[in-house]
């Protein structure tokens, strides 16, 4: 039988990216929808066991403009997107463009302050 404590603490200690990846496993693979979870997972176990309010829960990362610093913006973008330099530059040139659709707050929050420290500006939808 699986140790549940050390798949929890796998799971609280994923990346953002390894949260994204578990979420295309489940839902491929699976047929789990697994928006709550990633939710959960992503905040931590606090917010888990706090009562859910009716507030939005996944969040559109918009490039809205793209300031000064067009190559670290491309370049940020690449790195936090995981895409490469084509697919980065393609989205930056054609700002305003989503860069990632359905995250978390927190996920969304973190994706903006790091594109928005290059320049750039970053909407949440």
């Known amino acids: 039988m699986a140790d549940i404590?050390?798949?929890a603490e796998q799971l609280v200690n994923l990346t953002v990216k390894e949260v994204?990846?578990?979420?295309?496993?489940?839902?491929e693979?699976?047929?789990i929808e697994p928006a709550a979870a990633a939710v959960a997972v992503a905040a931590g176990p606090a917010a888990a066991a706090a009562p859910a309010e009716e507030e939005k829960t996944?969040?559109?990362v918009v490039l809205a403009e793209v300031g000064p610093n067009k190559l670290k913006v491309v370049k940020a973008v690449k790195e936090a997107c995981g895409l490469n330099l084509k697919e980065a530059k393609d989205l930056v040139d054609g700002?305003?463009?989503t860069l990632k659709e359905g995250l978390s707050k927190a996920e969304a929050?973190?994706?903006q302050k790091?594109?928005?420290a290059e320049?750039?500006?970053i909407e949440l939808k």
Request: hydrophobic share 40%; glycine share 6%; aromatic share 6%.
């Open 95 to 97: 700002a305003p463009s």
């Open 109 to 111: 929050e973190n994706l």
């Open 29 to 31: 693979e699976y047929g």
């Open 58 to 60: 996944e969040f559109n």
């Open 119 to 121: 320049g750039a500006k």
């Open 114 to 116: 790091t594109i928005e």
């Open 20 to 27: 994204n990846e578990l979420a295309t496993v489940l839902k």
């Open 5 to 7: 404590k050390a798949i």
